[in-house]
């Protein structure tokens, strides 16, 4: 049985009692943890704001969001956009992609938006993966 297929994205921040340095190790540990899982997708951080987007079996993503939303590196957890029953991947080929931008910009303006408009704008952040 072919598993259905869902996504999900927030954003956060870093918590005030949370060194940068904890986000290496967030990264390695997903990446292990997502190829175990099946889930695939991006991680992007501003040295303040996560941003994450997470796809794979619903069931998984659901489990692995909640996870998320309770760990103390991070607060102000919230949800942009979930759906279940996609049909494709946007990160196919990863297990957890990592992007540090240097301008805030961009994450902030992902900050004021969710659904639609907020996959659109991690789309538009997409090509600055390619130059990294």
Not at 1 to 14: A, D, P, R, V
Not at 38 to 61: A, K, S
Not at 65 to 86: C, M, P, V, W, Y
Not at 121 to 132: V, Y
Request: hydrophobic fraction near 45%.
């Amino acid at each position: 049985m072919k598993h259905l297929l869902g996504c999900f994205l927030y954003h956060s921040e870093i918590a005030s009692d949370a060194s940068t340095s904890c986000v290496a190790d967030i990264t390695r540990v997903s990446r292990r943890f997502n190829e175990a899982h099946g889930i695939t997708g991006i991680l992007i951080f501003d040295g303040q704001r996560f941003v994450q987007y997470m796809e794979g079996p619903q069931q998984q993503v659901i489990a692995l969001a909640k996870k998320i939303s309770l760990d103390n590196r991070h607060t102000n957890f919230t949800a942009q956009h979930e759906a279940r029953g996609i049909t494709s991947r946007l990160f196919s080929g990863w297990t957890m992609a990592y992007l540090s931008v240097e301008d805030a910009e961009p994450l902030a303006q992902m900050w004021v938006v969710d659904g639609d408009a907020a996959m659109s704008c991690l789309q538009q952040l997409l090509p600055m993966l390619d130059a990294a």
